[in-house]
């Protein structure tokens, strides 16, 4: 039995940016964990560990050497390997001659029903010590960054260039090269705290060392200090931090040493809107907002966190720079208030959306064209029309504004803003700002119907356009983000339950673009971009499914058929999720693979009921007629399921004592038509086919 030892690797470089870091240290751990699996060596556990300047592997227990290995070799087939005298051939000679072996080392094996000549051969396992050097320079160079730098050949890439690299296998030094770089034993501490080298010999000495020389090497322990010294900070203003988990994370990886120090701004500044002061301070600084333990509302305090031992002077630079800042988005708020917001409209002609699709003033006459006929659609009195389509006329022109020129995060919010001070009525502010809902995986989707119906016109304006000029997402790449702008439909679409059918959807966007590209747009042209939308449509569908969960065969049952609305396809996949596994859908099912497994894929005429002789047949083309009235009569998914339950004992009835393909073309024909009605009458919930039975089915 090997006895196991602590491996220990961290690889020390320039200042790595933050948003590369979670993703590194998962890459880290899954190649180190592919890599010693590949290789035999046995450990009992993988941590990573990270901050800017050094990304941390520590293997628990690895194994002292790989384990020995009986390797089977395979060789040529044996009616191959020796001639009619029974003699070695020159293929069988060749394979013993390569692999230095006799023929007493040779046994013959079938392989998958064949007769092959096979050598087993053992591989002796070689010290972790030995192979250690090797692997690690391999795991360092297969780790991938987005953006990644080369400094001293462009055959080697990081992060950022690196400058030390510590091995310790049992304590004692790994030596191997990269990056022009000798490992060692010693590692840095802060890079202004306690720069010098300090040599390591363990994985606990390490993780001690390093934070009495200012360095917080594990990032949860990172985390619950700078979480508790912003509630500590908050409490002494008699506040709340205001937590984004994002800005958390990256102000995690921006730190070794994490220091909260607190600050404040002017309470004059309380008056602007809530969002320019946490934009300012979340996005442009870095610094925590405080609210109000009880009420929320903003206090004029924040809390950064200092890579450095507390100094007045950095609270006095942390606040001087936010005064700057606030001074800036104050000016921008008074400059862009002395213009009612439909003077800013004007200047969207000036402003290019995207070359071949025109102007933003363009995108905004295609928008109100837009959401008046998605909301007459959709069944909107003219007042609340009226009103969409005042937001989708204005929903564009804060993206000139001062303001928002300076702080991009803020589209929306103050549109919003300013339609409210331009007195524009509560529902068009609302709308305007909740046309950009939801922004990303997980936000909120807008509440109101107007907020809806302009976030779907500019989606699919968008995703109109850009398929229509040859822009589309390819693999990794999206610069347009359009998947997630078709994402934002298919939720808004979903979870409000709209009956917008997706066809019509995209046939409105086509009839307005049209306005825009007008010959280009021709009738060729709208039949492929309408299949492109709709695939497109059903991809972020699927995504969405399996994001809720739902079994890879209910999504491709429900999108197998043709369904009217977004909202309804969702309806019925979880529908069938609740059913699966249970009675009546084996029913349902194996009642639709009997009939689908006959029925054409075309039926050249309705069923003649003259035809029909046998008395299973007619039982069955009678339960058909039934099961048929009580679809047109309801959209009650379990009642139709019912239904096509109750037709697996004429369906059986109909297989068991008919028979379909007889002599008679006019029988024949008549009855498989009755096969393909059934079908068609299944297709409308759902392809069964795609679905599993039970195994309890009989």
């Not at 870091?21 to 990573?48: C, P, W, Y």
Request: hydrophobic content about 40%; glycine content about 6%; aromatic content about 8%.
């Amino acid at each position: 039995m090997t006895t196991g030892y602590d491996l220990l690797l961290e690889i020390g470089c320039e200042e790595i940016p933050s948003r590369f870091m979670s993703g590194a240290l998962q890459q880290l751990a899954v190649e180190a964990k592919a890599m010693l699996a590949e290789n035999r060596f046995e450990f009992k556990k993988i941590d990573t560990a990270g901050t800017p300047r050094r990304l941390t592997l520590v293997v628990r227990e690895l194994a002292d050497r790989q384990p020995d290995l009986i390797e089977t070799i395979k060789g040529p087939p044996v009616d191959r390997a020796y001639d009619a005298e029974g003699s070695p051939t020159r293929a069988l000679e060749g394979f013993l001659k390569s692999r230095n072996a006799a023929a007493g080392d040779i046994e013959e094996e079938d392989i998958k029903g064949a007769l092959y000549i096979v050598l087993h051969q053992k591989v002796t396992g070689k010290d972790t010590t030995d192979v250690l050097p090797e692997l690690l320079p391999r795991l360092i160079q297969k780790l991938n960054f987005p953006r990644p730098m080369y400094w001293q050949s462009r055959e080697i890439r990081f992060a950022r260039p690196i400058r030390w690299i510590m091995a310790l296998y049992d304590g004692v030094p790994v030596s191997f090269s990269y990056a022009g770089i000798n490992s060692a034993n010693q590692t840095f501490g802060h890079r202004f705290l306690a720069p010098e080298a300090v040599v390591i010999n363990s994985v606990e000495h390490y993780y001690k060392t390093l934070e009495e020389k200012f360095v917080i090497v594990d990032p949860e322990r990172r985390l619950e200090i700078i979480r508790r010294q912003l509630a500590e900070k908050a409490a002494e203003k008699g506040g709340r931090p205001l937590i984004d988990n994002n800005l958390l994370e990256e102000v995690l990886y921006l730190v070794e040493y994490p220091v909260a120090v607190d600050g404040y701004y002017d309470e004059a500044y309380l008056d602007l809107p809530p969002e320019v002061l946490i934009t300012t301070m979340q996005h442009h600084q870095r610094y925590f907002p405080l609210v109000g333990e009880d009420n929320g509302d903003l206090l004029p305090f924040f809390v950064g966190i200092s890579n450095n031992r507390f100094h007045k002077n950095i609270r006095r630079g942390y606040s001087k720079v936010l005064q700057a800042r606030l001074a800036d988005a104050r000016f921008f708020f008074d400059e862009d208030c002395k213009q009612h917001l439909e003077n800013y409209v004007e200047k969207l002609n000036g402003v290019v959306f995207l070359e071949k699709l025109g102007s933003l003033e363009q995108k905004r006459q295609r928008l109100v064209k837009l959401a008046e006929e998605l909301g007459r659609e959709l069944g909107m009195p003219n007042e609340k029309i009226e009103k969409t389509s005042r937001a989708a006329h204005l929903c564009k022109a804060d993206l000139v504004t001062d303001m928002v020129r300076e702080f991009t995060e803020l589209q929306g919010v103050m549109g919003r803003e300013y339609a409210r001070i331009s007195g524009e009525p509560e529902e068009v502010a609302v709308a305007i700002f909740e046309h950009y809902l939801p922004r990303f995986g997980g936000d909120r989707i807008p509440k109101t119907l107007q907020g809806a119906i302009v976030s779907l016109a500019d989606r699919i304006d968008t995703l109109a356009g850009c398929f229509a000029v040859g822009i589309q997402p390819t693999g990794s790449q999206d610069p347009y983000a359009l998947r997630r702008q078709a994402q934002g439909a298919v939720t808004i679409l979903q979870r409000l339950d709209l009956n917008l059918p997706l066809d019509k959807y995209i046939k409105i966007s086509l009839d307005v673009l049209a306005t825009t590209l007008e010959e280009d747009l021709t009738e060729q042209k709208r039949v492929e971009l309408t299949a492109d939308l709709k695939d497109f449509f059903a991809q972020r569908i699927r995504f969405a499914m399996q994001e809720m969960e739902i079994t890879f065969e209910v999504i491709e049952a429900v999108l197998g058929v043709p369904v009217n609305t977004v909202s309804a396809l969702f309806k019925r996949a979880i529908s069938l999720t609740e059913y699966l596994q249970g009675p009546l859908l084996d029913d349902v099912i194996t009642a639709y693979n009997r009939v689908a497994n006959l029925a054409p894929k075309e039926a050249e005429e309705k069923v003649n009921v003259a035809l029909l002789q046998e008395e299973s047949e007619k039982k069955l083309y009678h339960a058909f007629l039934k099961a048929k009235l009580a679809f047109d009569s309801t959209e009650d998914l379990a009642r139709c399921l019912e239904e096509l339950q109750h037709l697996r004992k004429s369906v059986d009835g109909f297989f068991d004592h008919v028979m379909v393909m007889v002599d008679d073309d006019r029988i024949r024909t008549n009855r498989l038509n009755l096969l393909f009605a059934l079908k068609e009458l299944f297709n409308q919930v759902a392809d069964f086919s795609k679905l599993p039975v039970s195994q309890n089915e009989s």
